[in-house]
């Protein structure tokens, strides 16, 4: 089964930065596709980035590309989101997510496990 705690979010100035993090585990020696996603309450949750495990390519949002990176540390069981030239339209809750196998469509409908989410407050 596998798990997923996100944490690093908070409350930054417009401009600032922020790097979210997602410990995971109980997916050890498979391939994945490990996502981060945002939602507002009330909206529809929107994909902001993703990176296969296996070979370490990424994709993200337009919104965000240029701005926020993606990447995975060496022993794999942790999932950064590096977030910079914050903007006060980047306030959500950021979701991490895993799906085994490759990475698709930025679908949330594609992720089969989920954490609990971080706040990310950008103040202008």
């Known amino acids: 089964q596998v798990q997923l705690v996100e944490s690093g979010g908070g409350s930054v100035q417009a401009g600032g930065s922020l790097r979210l993090s997602c410990a995971a585990s109980g997916y050890t020696g498979s391939t994945y596709c490990l996502g981060w996603f945002r939602q507002t309450p009330g909206k529809e949750r929107e994909g902001v980035a993703q990176i296969y495990t296996s070979t370490k390519s990424t994709d993200y949002a337009d919104s965000v590309k240029g701005r926020f990176t993606i990447s995975q540390s060496n022993a794999k069981n942790t999932l950064y989101l590096q977030m910079n030239s914050l903007k006060p339209e980047d306030t959500d809750m950021y979701y991490c997510?895993?799906?085994?196998?490759?990475?698709?469509?930025?679908?949330?409908?594609?992720?089969?496990?989920w954490g609990q989410g971080t706040q990310v407050t950008v103040s202008s």
């Open positions: 997510a895993a799906e085994p196998g490759y990475c698709f469509s930025l679908s949330p409908t594609r992720f089969l496990y």
